[in-house]
């Protein structure tokens, strides 16, 4: 009887000790600098500089410091406008592709004390770093590597003597930093001192990165690293601000060419958009979008900044599937955001605190399958609504596929679903599903592939339930989940949507019915005394159109669009090479369809220029011209380096313009080329130099700005 009562005690206390015993972490884990910068969930990278006053995307490296003088710089405007909006940090670009250094660096000439503003003594690094002290604000740092203005560029010494000593001086006098930025945008033509060259590097060696990266460890300890490949935070793969549907923290980084080390610029980047299951590294992804179109001020693009809807959807994209969101700001040449980016930061902050400020499954009660060891103290339920991201539910090691029923004890209306797991212990979870019990059983409304540190579902209509169950339909291991909330987003009226057809005849629609559309042709914005928008209108010479559509005492959120001049009667009359498919793909006013004259044999080399005649049909005053590239998500063929022609008998051709479409691989959006006189012409040709990548070139639309 003894030895019984000693072997159900021992089996006790091993129960006992058992269920105080956490789940085993499950593959690679975060370390606490990446916990802190998870937590931060949004941030602002604010671009500044010479490029500004240029009306560039990069600046060649070539431009004269005495350019750079904002009359009303105001750094707690712009740190003030992100944090209104919800915004926890923001990244200064203090250095970008032209070399220019925001700070009073001794490393170059090339720098702020050489221009005018505050008489060479002023420092805007410095000026943000006071306001984000000021207004409890994150501060990182971006210094582009690449180096367009600086001689040294591609040798040993600009490493060494240059953009090391450029990091220290950031590290040593502007911290603490939450981030250290790195661009993947590494060689290629520039001033170079003068030299107006092409300078090449091999990316997977010449930064040196292991012991670059050293610095910011010594240095700055508490600041992650961002890059193509981490190796803190990766790079989501494109800049449109939204990870992939099933995202994963974990990532291996991969080499385009065997053999190779991956490295920022030489990676094969779409792979982080997804991320990779099991991956060797805990390198979660930044989904860095511009608010504009472009990463700098350009005033052609007032008035078409996102709406706070539209920033709503890039939330639940970025930070709803566990990764971050970086938006990019743009002060004008004054030195500040414009009205309209501060009102629409302010609407955005206040739509993302209006949806999550009560969580409609509080006071609930909970039903779980299993809880692990039984110790509801320890790993139970409860802790889903303690706001906590690290307590968690748990279950037994060989329950994978738990369920648990939310009883709300009475009928609740949400559209919106927030699950966590406790990333302390890796990303562990598959899949999910939801269902809430209607008309005595249960009905599935949501399903998920992967959760991480926090996963937004944002449902496509109001659900009312009293009751609401999960279920964990994939996991290799036990779970553990940490939040589990129900919210409501708030009714809102979309943006009409504005189109032209052929014929130049302009539609306005919603995708619900509403009272009135109102709508005017000058880029004004629209009021109920503005136009009723009633039928289809002629637009021939283009503008900017706006629309909003009113319900009783709700106005939606405004539609924009330009519309250049209308391409009916156009015509190609020639193509170099002659080989390519459709030339008139590329004036048929539609996005998706596209002139190509690329090469299906990828050993063909393919010879430069490439060229397209247009007859506009009469002659024009030509004040700017665009180019849309190809919109399939492929950069086979798009136009890195141009000429634009005009002429007045298609025979005798001047040249109108000369360029570079900057960063157009990794924000493939329509480019508008703007003239810096009005050239009076009736056809024009576009001349292709140089393409991002293949054996040939591709366009989905040319057009013209003539108002």
Known sequence: MKKLTLILLLVSTFYTAYAQVPPKPYGALPAPRQLRWQETEMYCIIHFSVATYTDKEWGYGDENPKIFNPKHFNALQIVGAAKAGGF??????????????????KTTEHNITKSPWKNGKGDIVKEYQLACQKMGMKMGIYCSPWDRNNPLYGKPEYLTNIYRKQLKELYANYGPLFMSWHDGANGGDGYYGG???????????????????????????????????GPDVRWVGNEEG??????????????????????????????????????KYWIPAECDVPMRKGWFYHQSQ??????????????????????????????????????????????????VKQTFAVNLAAGASFKASNIRGDNAAKFGPAFLLDNNRYTYWATDDAVTKPELVIDL????????????????????????AVDVWVNGKWKEIATVTSIGANRLIRLPNNITASKVRLRITASPVCIALSDFG?????????????????????????????????????????????????????????????????EANQASETGTKEFYLSKSGWKVIGTNPKNGN????????????????????????????????????????????????????????????????????????????????SNIKSNPIEQLIPLEQPVSCRYFKFAVLHVVSGNGVTVAELGVKVK
Not at 88 to 105: E, M, Q, R, S, Y
Not at 320 to 341: H, M, T
Not at 635 to 650: C, E, H, L, Q, R
């Open 302 to 351: 007032d008035g078409q900044s996102k709406s706070p809807y539209a920033l709503f959807d890039l939330y639940y994209k970025s930070v709803g599937r566990g990764a971050c969101l970086d938006l990019g700001l743009s002060p004008d040449k004054d030195g500040e955001l414009s009205d309209e980016d501060v009102r629409i930061l302010k609407q955005f902050g206040e739509l």
């Open 582 to 661: 459709e030339p008139s793909n590329a004036i048929d006013e539609n996005a998706n369809t596209v002139w190509s004259t690329l090469s299906k044999d990828s050993t063909q080399t393919a010879q430069y220029p490439q060229e397209i005649n247009i007859d506009m049909g009469a002659t024009q005053n030509v004040k700017a011209f665009t180019y849309l590239p190809r919109q399939d998500k492929i950069t086979s063929g798009i136009a890195d380096k141009y000429v634009f022609y005009t002429s007045n008998d298609g025979v005798n051709w001047l040249q109108a313009t000369i360029g570079e479409f």
């Open 486 to 550: 129900l919210f409501k987003e708030p009714v809102h009226l979309t943006a009409p949507l504005i189109s032209r057809d052929n014929s130049c005849i302009v539609s306005i629609g919603t995708s619900a019915p509403v009272a009135t559309i109102h709508y005017t042709t000058d880029g004004t914005e629209p009021t109920l005394h503005s136009p009723v928008y009633l039928k289809p209108f002629l637009l021939t010479n283009g503008g900017i159109i706006k629309a909003r559509g009113f």
């Open 409 to 432: 004890h009475q009928p609740k209306t949400f559209n919106v679903i927030r699950l966590r797991e406790n990333i302390k212990l890796g990303q562990r979870i598959e899949g999910a």
């Open 88 to 105: 926890k940090g923001i990244v200064v670009v203090a250095k970008h592709h032209d070399g220019f250094c925001l700070w009073p660096t």
């Open 195 to 229: 030299e107006r060259k092409v300078r090449t590097i091999d990316r997977s060696t010449y930064y040196d990165w292991v012991n670059t990266w050293g610095i910011t460890r010594k240095m700055q300890p508490g600041a992650c690293i961002f890059g193509d490949v």
């Open 242 to 279: 939204h990870a992939g549907e099933t995202y994963w923290a974990t990532y291996t980084p991969e080499a385009p060419n065997a053999g190779k080390q991956p490295a920022n610029g030489y990676s094969l980047y779409e792979k982080a958009t997804e991320g990779t299951r099991n991956g």
